[in-house]
């Protein structure tokens, strides 16, 4: 971040801290209601992250307040900056839907706290979005312009034709999706996801990330989805999507990837459907013939849910620096020891600390919430430095933060 802020802008945002941490889910509230009168603005959207208590409304006051805070020291948030880019390319977020968060923001200050809502308030909140706002376009932009000049690269929405559609367990489905023009796609880092765009009839046009579960190939991306108890649109991959149907997909983003040169070992960890990026880099490691150390840890509660079992066995197979460990929270009386699964119960930071290399590995993360939550700090405090603990979180990421 290269730009400043008016010393006298920074002063005004560092006072309203106060009001911020008692009035910031107000604000965002209202500010969402404002933006969603809107209905193109309000259509790109996750809605399913407006429910369950006002997720992305206390995620966004958080990332307001954090803004507020850090307003003499920016350059902590550049992490937080990339993913919100790397999000608004998925959604295709043009700088033109910029001013309608400026109004609706500066509108819901001014509506929750009244009077205290100065001119001089005002005109400094309105100074330090842009500036944000700035930083973002700049960094999409350049998002957008890579994507656009790699081989198989695009912008948009592209259509995509399901190829194959595959049952993994009883609640995770894969999807091969291949261009319906035919030609090649982008390479995606492994761990990126694609954004989706759903028009389901009897609902307002919906948006989805799903992460892609296969190595980088030049022609195809695969994904894998949790039927979600009450989700709208993954109840409807799974009953109505059938191979040959056609679905838009923007370009694979996220900040969330292995990279190309990793060195040191790594520890794939996952919970649930959060195999789906570990399976990526697992297929990526595997492909590139490196010999790097690989641990590929994942916990399913049984066998009836755990998906691609098998797949990630036949990886590792015949590969001694791949190791793979599962875990069953309550395995069925089908479920084998030694076949299915090798430990049953559920991962723990001791476990780790004792079975994989955790002073030089780098973490690579993915699962619920809680699992995130209590893996993300738990590996931190046993003394897992933060630049070898990398995590996917779908949902608003401050969230997990806060958490």
Not at 108 to 131: C, P, Q, R, S, Y
Not at 233 to 254: C, N
Not at 337 to 345: A, R, S, T
């Amino acid at each position: 971040m290269t730009q400043t802020l008016t010393e006298t802008t920074k002063a005004i945002v560092r006072a309203t801290v106060p009001a911020l941490t008692t009035h910031g889910t107000e604000i965002t509230a209202a500010m969402y209601k404002r933006l969603f009168e809107n209905s193109k603005v309000r259509d790109l959207f996750n809605q399913s992250n407006q429910g369950e208590g006002g997720r992305q409304t206390k995620a966004l006051a958080q990332a307001i307040l954090a803004y507020a805070e850090n307003i003499d020291n920016l350059a902590i948030l550049t992490g937080a900056v990339e993913r919100i880019a790397q999000k608004h390319v998925g959604l295709h977020i043009r700088p033109d839907h910029y001013p309608h968060v400026a109004t609706a923001l500066l509108g819901a200050i001014k509506d929750v706290l009244g009077e205290v809502a100065t001119d001089d308030i005002l005109n400094a909140w309105g100074e330090a979005f842009w500036f944000l706002a700035n930083i973002l376009i700049g960094r999409e932009e350049r998002i957008y312009d890579d994507l656009q000049s790699s081989e198989g690269g695009w912008n948009g929405w592209r259509q995509f034709a399901v190829a194959s559609k595959r049952r993994e367990s009883d609640i995770i489905t894969s999807f091969v999706l291949r261009p319906v023009d035919g030609r090649a796609v982008v390479r995606h880092r492994p761990g990126q996801y694609l954004t989706f765009r759903f028009d389901i009839p009897g609902l307002p046009q919906q948006h989805r990330n799903y992460s892609i579960s296969s190595a980088p190939n030049g022609e195809s991306y695969r994904i894998s989805v949790k039927r979600e108890m009450h989700g709208l649109v993954s109840g409807f991959l799974h009953d109505q999507i059938e191979e040959g149907a056609v679905i838009e997909v923007a370009p694979p983003t996220g900040d969330f990837h292995l990279p190309p040169g990793q060195e040191r070992p790594v520890v794939l960890l996952s919970g649930g459907v959060g195999l789906t990026p570990m399976v990526s880099m697992l297929e990526t490691i595997a492909n590139r013939g490196q010999r790097l150390a690989v641990h590929y840890v994942h916990g399913a509660e049984n066998g009836s849910v755990h998906a691609m079992g098998p797949h990630v066995r036949d990886i590792a197979k015949n590969r001694e620096h791949l190791k793979t460990t599962i875990f069953y929270g309550s395995p069925h009386d089908r479920d084998q020891k030694g076949v299915h699964f090798d430990h049953e119960g559920y991962i723990t930071i001791d476990w780790l600390a004792k079975n994989t290399p955790m002073a030089e590995a780098d973490f690579y993360l993915c699962g619920p919430r809680p699992f995130l939550a209590a893996f993300v700090k738990g590996l931190a405090k046993a003394g897992v430095t933060a630049d070898r603990i990398h995590y996917e979180f779908f949902g608003p990421a401050d969230e997990l933060a806060a958490a």
